[in-house]
């Protein structure tokens, strides 16, 4: 009934924040006693954080995901303090401006903002790979109320991340302690942006890199 009860599973099982919700699993799966699970599935159902929005009658194979945007930003508010920083208070107001400049379509501004505060967070362990940084961000702009998914397949590789909103579709790479044109390079080495041609949305093109050394954003280059 607790988040830190719900972080110790999530590390126990080896789950991060973007891969909650989005399974197809079997009714064994999800429907056990979490007291002798072997998968972190049965918690997250029984405790609301996903519900059944498939079944597929011939296989007997259900699809579970996050019910709602409500639910989503709920989760997501209770791995702050775990993911970003204990100061969950600055954290909302941060996200606040962070989506009052995405809605402007000032991504540039967005990443200044976003430099800054994450220069504040305190330092904390084992901090030193991409995919920390990338849970980060996928928690903080999941708040943002925008479309947001990591490792989105392509035919030429994986996108870091992809985050949609309105008017406007990102795809996103980043790269720590190498250079933001290093993940432009990458982008459109493997053409990521023709994976999401037919979204009907101008795609933008973002490579982030992050400094290890100082923990925020060092550099970014946006491509239109």
Same mark, same amino acid.
């Given at each position: 009934?607790? &988040?830190? =009860?719900?972080?110790?599973? !999530?590390?126990?099982?080896?789950?991060?924040?973007? @891969?909650?919700?989005?399974?197809?699993?079997?009714?064994?799966?999800?429907? +056990?006693?979490?007291? /002798?699970?072997?998968?972190?599935?049965?918690?997250?159902?029984?405790?609301? =954080?996903?519900?059944? @929005?498939?079944?597929?009658?011939?296989?007997?194979?259900?699809?579970?995901? *996050? &019910?709602?945007?409500?639910?989503?930003?709920?989760?997501?508010?209770? !791995? *702050? &303090? =775990?993911?970003?920083?204990?100061?969950?208070?600055?954290?909302?107001?941060?996200?606040?401006? $962070?989506? /009052?400049?995405?809605?402007?379509?000032?991504?540039?501004?967005?990443?200044?903002?976003?430099?800054?505060?994450?220069?504040?967070?305190?330092?904390?362990?084992?901090?030193?790979?991409?995919?920390?940084?990338?849970?980060?961000?996928?928690?903080?702009?999941? $708040?943002?109320? +925008?479309?947001?998914?990591?490792?989105?397949?392509?035919?030429?590789?994986?996108?870091?991340?992809v985050m949609r909103t309105a008017t406007t579709l990102y795809v996103v790479e980043l790269k720590l302690d190498q250079s933001a044109e290093a993940a432009m390079r990458? *982008?459109?080495?493997?053409?990521?942006?023709? /994976?999401? +041609? !037919?979204?009907? $949305?101008?795609?933008? @093109?973002?490579?982030?890199?992050?400094?290890?050394? /100082?923990?925020?954003?060092?550099?970014?280059? *946006?491509? @239109?």
């Amino acid at each position: 009934g607790t &988040p830190t =009860y719900l972080i110790e599973m !999530l590390n126990r099982f080896g789950v991060l924040p973007s @891969k909650i919700g989005g399974n197809e699993v079997v009714a064994a799966d999800f429907d +056990a006693p979490t007291e /002798r699970m072997e998968s972190i599935t049965p918690l997250l159902y029984q405790s609301g =954080y996903v519900t059944i @929005k498939g079944y597929d009658e011939m296989f007997q194979i259900y699809t579970l995901d *996050i &019910p709602n945007a409500e639910v989503r930003i709920g989760l997501m508010r209770s !791995l *702050i &303090p =775990y993911y970003v920083t204990r100061d969950t208070q600055t954290t909302n107001t941060t996200v606040v401006n $962070l989506a /009052r400049a995405l809605v402007r379509g000032d991504m540039d501004g967005m990443l200044c903002l976003l430099q800054t505060f994450l220069s504040t967070v305190p330092y904390c362990d084992r901090t030193d790979y991409e995919g920390h940084y990338q849970q980060m961000l996928y928690i903080i702009f999941s $708040l943002l109320g +925008a479309y947001v998914d990591v490792e989105v397949r392509t035919p030429m590789g994986r996108v870091d991340m992809v985050m949609r909103t309105a008017t406007t579709l990102y795809v996103v790479e980043l790269k720590l302690d190498q250079s933001a044109e290093a993940a432009m390079r990458q *982008i459109d080495l493997k053409n990521y942006p023709e /994976r999401f +041609a !037919l979204c009907g $949305l101008p795609v933008v @093109k973002v490579g982030i890199n992050f400094d290890m050394e /100082r923990h925020t954003l060092k550099d970014w280059v *946006i491509t @239109k």
